[in-house]
C-alpha cells in the first residue's frame, strides 16, 4: 500500500518509488482511459522494480466518479480508484492477489 499511496521522491534515496497518482491527481485533460493506463503503467513498473518477492505481475486500474451523501447533507463528490495487483510469489510459486482503493480529487476527504 504505501507504494500506491507514496508520491515519486517522497522516499528518500528510493526517487522511483511510488506511483504518479499524485502528480495527475488534478488532471483534467486525460481521459479516464489513459489516466488510467499512466498509473498502471507507474505502479506495475515500481512494483517490478522494488517488490523483489513477486513475479508475473499484473496491475489493473479504475477510476470512477462517485457521488456520496455525507450525513445526510450535501454531496461528496470526487472520484475512487481501485487498484488490483496480480502476480505469482518468487518463493512458494502461489498466487498473489492484493486489491485496494482510495480517493482522489480536489474535494476528497
Known sequence: M???????????GK?????????LEFNQ???N???EEKVRQSLEATI??????????H?????????EDVRNKFPNARQRVRV????????NDQQFNFNTHLYISPISQ
Open 84 to 91: 488490483w495487483v496480480n502476480g505469482v510469489m518468487v518463493r
Open 59 to 67: 496491475v489493473r486500474v479504475e477510476l470512477t466518479e462517485v457521488e
Open 15 to 23: 526517487e522511483d518509488y511510488g506511483s504518479v497518482i499524485w502528480d
Open 33 to 35: 482511459a489513459d489516466w
Open 29 to 31: 485533460v486525460l481521459k
Open 2 to 12: 504505501m507504494l500506491i499511496v507514496s508520491r515519486y521522491g517522497e522516499v528518500e
Open 48 to 57: 517490478t522494480k522494488y517488490e523483489s518477492r513477486l513475479k508475473d505481475i
